[in-house]
């Protein structure tokens, strides 16, 4: 089995891809129907949120893992 700290990289650098790709997905989609449109972002949704879940709990699974020891997300 892989290392934790390793799989944690891994499943964030997935979730960077899954955001950075929703724009592209919006141009890849928008010559299809409204209803494809609709499906293909809930899609991309449900992974991203997936991802989400699974980085949560491979950061909960790492060896001293604290609450207070997620950084919080930069301001807009």
Do not use: H
């Not at 960077?16 to 141009?27: A, G, K, S, T, V």
């Not at 997936?50 to 699974?61: C, G, H, M, N, P």
């Amino acid at each position: 089995m892989l290392p934790v700290a390793y799989r944690i990289t891994r499943v964030q650098k997935t979730l960077r891809w899954f955001e950075q790709d929703i724009p592209l997905l919006n141009m890849r989609v928008k010559d299809l129907s409204a209803e494809q449109q609709q499906s293909a972002r809930q899609f991309a949704a449900a992974l991203v949120s997936q991802t989400r879940a699974e980085l949560d709990r491979l950061l909960k699974e790492q060896p001293g893992y604290e609450a207070s020891d997620i950084p919080c997300e930069p301001a807009d």
